[in-house]
């Protein structure tokens, strides 16, 4: 007797399901439907089958085009595209569009290789948080219009919103909402339905209608199912198209066979079944993720920086300068940005010579020349001279925070508490799973009904969504109090790398002092009111402290360049009315100091020595005045870290800064850009997790090196994206209590890991006796996850309080 013949499965080549009889066929694959087959066309048309892991045919087609007719056609308008458009030039043009069809790391893959598709495109980066793509392409090469209709050909046609300039802003999703209230709907005439079963004296009504109320509770138990938990469904799916267990797995399991026996019981009429259990269930787990959801979308507004964002910029008044912040910029003021500043909002080059960086924005490091009457745009940094320009467009402070977090600036550290919770939370659901198998197999052969309530009930309530709801909450709840301190960190991994640091290297000029408050005086050659008017010009185009303190001491007059360099580290050089002016070390001028009169005078004084065509004249002695705050600073940091100082200057302030620093820190003099970066990535080699304080673009190579580079700021704000928080002046006095206050908040971290931990165990011993039914389960597992909620913010509260922060 011949055995049968296997019966073989043919699964779908591009979403793994499987297959009809009738499947359809393209490049020797099998499809389950057309759009599995179009979409695997394009891909393979486009050579980017590596998707799937199989051979790839040969390139060089085009993608199928999509008709529509004009629907596009708006974006060849000039308005629309200036609009839209966050940086143009000749060779590149930038802009973020909102995707809302974007759901998995598929999109992302695909989204990201847009460059691909069509050879116009340079980059594409996906925020897949934010469903937002960020494009560049060339102008030359291809259109607006032409990489939004690639979009909407691949199935993600942009949402676009010509009312907000900038990023479109994606209409709030009131989902939750819905599915919240059919849930509960459907739940309570569930409930109210059940009575007969609950009531023994109802016994006759159940009798008499138990058959027809269990169909039509079935009837009110299907929307729940399709929509209601279908978000559920979604994300333990897609976690399984891509080999991953997910939280939403165990929850799918036992919704499904709450619903499943349920139908068994009520069709067989074997019993009332479990739906108001089923209902329940959805419901609880519903008003859970709702109020999740809730609370973090407010504490993410609470501590995005841009809300009280520090970066200022100087504005010209008919009273003269001022200093405001970018919230109060409006279109139509006329503004100052001097070398290395970041333009902050689109603007028309009015006076000066531009020479625009754009390399923060698109990544070409060349300057582009700007003359008057040219648009600047916003992110840019002004290369030379100081230039006035006057504002078009308010500033964007979103795209400011897109600069700030721009991949290129990212540490390539985790977030190690982060990726711990995950790691415990995917080893929890499998546990989970064991757990639930075993207490169905020890409760089957004995009690049936109390096997489906331990199963189900094992599901629910071990949920690590407490676990990984931990660290967020905390590390949010914290940016918000050191927001509120003027301290302004990039994101929660930088608290959480402050909380681990041992090392803090501070630079000297500026950070460690307060040049605000230096006494300034000249020896050498007596300059006249002209000369001392051209020495003020050529400081007030630079950024550095020193050269802005000399600025104020003689008068800031608005007067322009032909000729602007700033050498970091070493000084400045300009020329007006023919008249070439040098300021910086005595090297960059070619003086020599000890030929001047201040040699014997003040040895611990910063110097700015002062060249006029090239014939040194004397220089500027810079009395300097440690910030008041600093010996209370080092006194509580002294006991905990290494100090160390990184100065350019030289070693003459050596003993007062040993008086203050003690014996074990490390001074360092003479210290170019270079040198300090070179440093700093030393200490990182030797296993120190390194703080670096520092300001202007002196700092900049070791701001970007250390683990976290702080900008400290006084009047002016230089932004910088190479730094990863913000310190206020102001604020400097509590730089020891705000590490103190990052290690409380990992403590309070590693607790509310504790208290999930203790949760879970607690539940699980009950659930797995049974003492649990599973609508019991859905209540406890939210109010779970927001005791943990509640405890990581209250105990981050306590913490501030305690710190007086």
Same mark, same amino acid.
């Given at each position: 007797?011949?055995?049968?013949?296997?019966?073989?499965?043919?699964?779908?080549?591009?979403?793994?399901?499987?297959?009809?009889?009738?499947?359809?066929?393209?490049?020797?694959?099998?499809?389950?439907?057309?759009?599995?087959?179009?979409?695997?066309?394009?891909?393979?048309?486009?050579?980017?089958?590596?998707?799937?892991?199989?051979?790839?045919?040969?390139?060089?087609?085009?993608?199928?085009?999509?008709?529509?007719?004009?629907?596009?056609?708006?974006?060849?308008?000039?308005?629309?595209?200036?609009?839209?458009?966050?940086?143009?030039?000749?060779?590149?043009?930038?802009?973020?569009?909102?995707?809302?069809? =974007?759901?998995?790391?598929?999109?992302?893959?695909?989204?990201?290789?847009?460059?691909?598709?069509?050879?116009?495109?340079?980059?594409?980066?996906?925020?897949?948080?934010?469903?937002?793509?960020?494009?560049?392409?060339?102008?030359?090469?291809?259109?607006?219009?032409?990489?939004?209709?690639?979009?909407?050909?691949?199935?993600?046609?942009?949402?676009?919103?010509?009312?907000?300039?900038?990023?479109?802003?994606?209409?709030?999703?009131?989902?939750?909402?819905?599915?919240?209230?059919?849930?509960?709907?459907?739940?309570?005439?569930?409930?109210?339905?059940?009575?007969?079963?609950?009531?023994?004296?109802?016994?006759?009504?159940?009798?008499?209608?138990?058959?027809?109320?269990?169909?039509?509770?079935?009837?009110?138990?299907?929307?729940?199912?399709?929509?209601?938990?279908?978000?559920?469904?979604?994300?333990?799916?897609?976690?399984?198209?891509?080999?991953?267990?997910?939280?939403?797995?165990?929850?799918?399991?036992?919704?499904?066979?709450?619903?499943?026996?349920?139908?068994?019981?009520?069709?067989?009429?074997?019993?009332?079944?479990?739906?108001?259990?089923?209902?329940?269930?959805?419901?609880?787990?519903?008003?859970?993720?709702?109020?999740?959801?809730?609370?973090?979308?407010?504490?993410?507004?609470?501590?995005?920086?841009?809300?009280?964002?520090?970066?200022?910029?100087?504005?010209?008044?008919?009273?003269?300068?001022?200093?405001?912040?970018?919230?109060?910029?409006?279109?139509?003021?006329?503004?100052?940005?001097?070398?290395?500043?970041?333009?902050?909002?689109?603007?028309?080059?009015?006076?000066?010579?531009?020479?625009?960086?754009?390399?923060?924005?698109?990544?070409?490091?060349?300057?582009?020349?700007?003359?008057?009457?040219?648009?600047?745009? #916003?992110?840019?940094?002004?290369?030379?001279?100081?230039?006035?320009?006057?504002?078009?467009?308010?500033?964007?402070?979103?795209?400011?925070?897109?600069?700030?977090?721009?991949?290129?600036?990212?540490?390539?550290?985790?977030?190690?508490?982060?990726?711990?919770?995950?790691?415990?939370?995917?080893?929890?659901?499998?546990?989970?799973?064991?757990?639930?198998?075993?207490?169905?197999?020890?409760?089957?052969?004995?009690?049936?009904? =109390?096997?489906?309530?331990?199963?189900?009930?094992?599901?629910?309530?071990?949920?690590?969504? #407490?676990?990984?709801?931990?660290?967020?909450?905390?590390?949010?709840?914290?940016?918000?109090?050191?927001?509120?301190?003027?301290?302004?960190?990039?994101?929660?991994?930088?608290?959480?790398?402050?909380?681990?640091?041992?090392?803090?290297?501070?630079?000297?000029?500026?950070?460690?002092?307060?040049?605000?408050?230096?006494?300034?005086?000249?020896?050498?050659?007596?300059?006249?009111?002209?000369?001392?008017?051209?020495?003020?010009?050529?400081?007030?185009?630079?950024?550095?402290?020193?050269?802005?303190?000399?600025?104020?001491?003689?008068?800031?007059?608005?007067?322009?360049?032909?000729?602007?360099?700033?050498?970091?580290?070493?000084?400045?050089?300009?020329? =007006?009315?023919?008249?070439?002016?040098?300021?910086?070390?005595?090297?960059?001028?070619?003086?020599?100091?000890? @030929?001047?009169?201040?040699?014997?005078?003040?040895?611990?004084?910063?110097?700015?020595?002062?060249?006029?065509?090239?014939? /040194?004249?004397?220089?500027?002695?810079?009395?300097?005045?440690?910030?008041?705050?600093?010996?209370?600073?080092?006194?509580?940091?002294? /006991?905990?870290?290494?100090?160390?100082?990184?100065?350019?200057?030289?070693?003459?302030?050596?003993?007062?800064?040993?008086?203050?620093?003690?014996?074990?820190?490390?001074?360092?003099?003479?210290? @170019? /850009?270079? @040198?300090?970066?070179?440093?700093? #990535?030393?200490?990182?080699?030797?296993?120190?997790?390194?703080?670096?304080?520092?300001?202007?673009?002196?700092?900049?190579?070791?701001?970007?090196?250390?683990?976290?580079?702080?900008?400290?700021?006084?009047?002016?704000?230089?932004?910088?994206?190479?730094?990863?928080?913000?310190?206020?002046?102001?604020?400097?006095?509590?730089?020891?209590?705000?590490?103190?206050?990052?290690?409380?908040?990992?403590?309070?971290?590693?607790?509310?890991?504790?208290?999930?931990?203790?949760?879970?165990?607690?539940?699980?011993?009950?659930?797995?006796?049974?003492?649990?039914? /599973?609508?019991?389960?859905?209540?406890? =597992?939210?109010?779970?996850?927001?005791?943990?909620?509640?405890?990581?913010?209250?105990?981050?509260?306590? #913490?501030?309080?305690?710190?007086?922060?």
């Amino acid at each position: 007797m011949l055995a049968p013949e296997p019966v073989t499965r043919t699964t779908c080549a591009h979403c793994g399901d499987e297959c009809a009889d009738d499947a359809l066929i393209s490049h020797g694959q099998s499809f389950c439907c057309a759009g599995c087959r179009t979409v695997y066309e394009l891909l393979a048309e486009n050579n980017l089958c590596s998707y799937y892991n199989v051979s790839e045919p040969q390139p060089g087609q085009k993608i199928p085009a999509v008709e529509l007719p004009g629907r596009f056609d708006y974006l060849d308008s000039e308005t629309v595209q200036t609009q839209l458009l966050a940086f143009r030039s000749d060779t590149r043009a930038r802009l973020t569009l909102q995707i809302p069809q =974007m759901h998995c790391a598929s999109c992302i893959w695909l989204l990201e290789r847009l460059y691909q598709l069509n050879p116009g495109v340079q980059a594409s980066q996906v925020n897949f948080l934010r469903k937002e793509i960020a494009i560049s392409y060339n102008p030359s090469q291809t259109t607006l219009k032409e990489v939004v209709k690639l979009l909407a050909a691949l199935g993600y046609e942009p949402q676009i919103t010509l009312a907000e300039l900038g990023p479109a802003q994606a209409a709030p999703d009131r989902t939750i909402y819905y599915r919240l209230g059919l849930a509960a709907f459907c739940f309570g005439n569930v409930m109210l339905l059940a009575f007969p079963d609950y009531f023994s004296f109802t016994e006759e009504l159940a009798t008499n209608f138990g058959q027809f109320f269990g169909y039509l509770s079935l009837l009110l138990a299907l929307p729940v199912l399709a929509y209601s938990a279908r978000g559920f469904y979604e994300s333990a799916w897609q976690g399984l198209r891509h080999r991953y267990i997910n939280l939403d797995f165990p929850i799918s399991l036992g919704l499904s066979a709450l619903f499943l026996t349920s139908v068994h019981d009520i069709v067989s009429h074997s019993g009332p079944g479990y739906l108001d259990s089923f209902t329940g269930l959805v419901f609880f787990m519903l008003i859970g993720k709702w109020a999740q959801q809730h609370t973090y979308d407010a504490l993410r507004f609470d501590r995005d920086f841009t809300s009280y964002f520090p970066v200022a910029v100087t504005v010209l008044t008919p009273e003269g300068e001022r200093t405001t912040s970018v919230k109060e910029l409006r279109v139509g003021q006329r503004i100052r940005v001097r070398h290395q500043e970041v333009v902050p909002a689109d603007a028309v080059l009015m006076q000066g010579a531009g020479q625009i960086d754009y390399s923060f924005v698109s990544g070409e490091s060349e300057p582009v020349a700007k003359v008057a009457g040219e648009l600047v745009y #916003a992110g840019g940094r002004q290369v030379g001279e100081s230039v006035e320009l006057e504002v078009v467009r308010e500033v964007s402070q979103g795209y400011l925070t897109q600069l700030w977090n721009n991949p290129v600036f990212q540490k390539a550290e985790k977030q190690t508490l982060e990726t711990y919770a995950n790691t415990v939370g995917r080893y929890f659901v499998a546990l989970t799973l064991v757990l639930a198998a075993g207490a169905m197999l020890y409760w089957y052969p004995r009690d049936q009904q =109390m096997a489906l309530r331990a199963f189900t009930s094992v599901l629910v309530i071990a949920c690590p969504c #407490a676990l990984s709801l931990a660290t967020p909450f905390a590390l949010g709840a914290a940016l918000r109090v050191f927001g509120r301190r003027n301290f302004y960190l990039k994101n929660s991994a930088v608290a959480e790398t402050l909380a681990r640091a041992n090392t803090i290297v501070f630079d000297k000029t500026g950070t460690l002092t307060e040049v605000s408050r230096s006494q300034v005086e000249y020896y050498g050659t007596p300059l006249t009111t002209q000369q001392q008017a051209l020495v003020a010009a050529v400081a007030g185009h630079s950024t550095h402290p020193l050269s802005q303190r000399l600025a104020q001491t003689l008068g800031h007059p608005a007067r322009l360049l032909t000729e602007f360099r700033e050498v970091p580290g070493q000084g400045v050089c300009g020329v =007006m009315n023919n008249v070439r002016v040098k300021l910086g070390s005595a090297a960059f001028v070619g003086a020599n100091p000890a @030929s001047t009169a201040s040699a014997e005078v003040c040895p611990g004084a910063s110097r700015v020595y002062v060249a006029l065509n090239e014939q /040194p004249m004397g220089c500027y002695v810079l009395l300097n005045a440690y910030r008041p705050e600093l010996p209370k600073v080092l006194q509580e940091l002294t /006991p905990s870290y290494n100090l160390v100082v990184l100065s350019g200057d030289n070693d003459a302030e050596q003993g007062r800064l040993r008086q203050l620093f003690g014996p074990k820190a490390e001074l360092r003099f003479f210290q @170019s /850009p270079q @040198s300090k970066l070179e440093y700093v #990535a030393e200490l990182q080699r030797q296993g120190r997790r390194v703080v670096m304080l520092g300001d202007g673009l002196n700092d900049a190579g070791a701001l970007r090196q250390a683990d976290v580079g702080i900008a400290l700021t006084d009047k002016i704000t230089h932004f910088s994206p190479a730094c990863d928080a913000i310190l206020d002046a102001r604020s400097f006095g509590q730089l020891g209590t705000f590490l103190q206050f990052s290690r409380s908040c990992m403590h309070i971290v590693l607790a509310t890991f504790g208290l999930s931990f203790l949760y879970n165990g607690i539940g699980l011993t009950l659930a797995v006796q049974g003492r649990f039914t /599973p609508i019991v389960s859905a209540i406890l =597992m939210p109010i779970s996850s927001l005791s943990v909620i509640l405890f990581a913010t209250l105990l981050v509260k306590l #913490a501030a309080r305690r710190w007086k922060l």
